[in-house]
């Protein structure tokens, strides 16, 4: 079956622009997670989605923003891109939300890699 | 908030050596996962720990968790060069409701 989609692949903006990423969960997979990766900081959980309602947010400024359709189908969206928000942003689905008893294992999507300039 | 350490973050071993990777924790978190990342890949899962004592082994690759001791490892026996990558522990943070990841450690296996 399809894995997790992210679109696009790699993008390239200059500060002050905004960006929307998309991320295409695998089929039947409710749940969608997003998180920055950086060589520093490593993945930073960004927030995630269950049911088209936000459950739960990082620790990042109110410039990342994010949605989650009724399909499943998430974006987020970054305005104001300041230099430091360059990085790969990864998209994760899993079967289970948040609270159940089972593994709640994520599958990743190959990312978006932003290089603001 | 729960915050998951990993130690080293970097390790240069030769072909057919034995190491650990440790992965320790703040809070309480009966559930611990593994992934692994190659270079300019995404992230796959390797090894889920849901319970004290857990054990699992895949191929050269033992993972195993102590709740008591907010610790968990992956052991690496003989390492071959292909499992050159980064390796990532991540724990759930009950209170908060997210699944937060340690810095990764980058295993460099020369041949």
């Known amino acids: 079956k399809a894995g997790v989609t992210q679109t696009p692949r790699y993008l390239i903006k200059t500060r002050g622009q905004q960006v929307t990423l998309s991320c295409s969960p695998i089929?039947?997979?409710?749940?969608v997670s997003w998180y920055q990766q950086t060589p520093g900081q490593g993945l930073q959980f960004l927030f995630e989605?269950?049911?088209?309602?936000?459950?739960n947010k990082g620790n990042f400024p109110g410039r990342f923003s994010g949605r989650q359709f009724s399909n499943s189908r998430s974006e987020m969206n970054v305005s104001t891109l300041e230099l430091g928000d360059s990085a790969l942003y990864l998209c994760a689905s899993s079967l289970l939300g948040r609270g159940s008893s089972g593994a709640n294992v994520l599958t990743f999507g190959a990312g978006s890699r932003l290089t603001v300039l | 908030e729960l915050k998951v350490e990993q130690n080293p973050l970097f390790l240069s071993m030769q072909e057919g050596k034995n190491y650990t990777i440790y992965c320790n924790y703040s809070?309480?978190?009966?559930?611990l996962y593994w992934y692994r990342q190659d270079p300019g890949k995404s992230l796959e899962s390797l090894f889920v720990l849901l319970s004290n004592g857990a054990v699992k082994q895949e191929g050269r690759l033992m993972a195993s968790l102590d709740t008591k001791a907010r610790l968990s490892t992956l052991h690496i026996t003989a390492a071959v060069h292909d499992l050159s990558a980064t390796y990532f522990c991540?724990?759930?943070?009950?209170?908060?409701?997210?699944?937060?990841f340690g810095k990764g450690t980058r295993l460099h296996i020369l041949p």
């Open positions: 989605y269950f049911s088209e309602t936000q459950r």
């Open positions: 089929s039947g997979h409710r749940s």
């Open positions: 809070t309480t978190s009966d559930r």
């Open positions: 991540a724990g759930e943070d009950y209170r908060d409701d997210k699944i937060i």
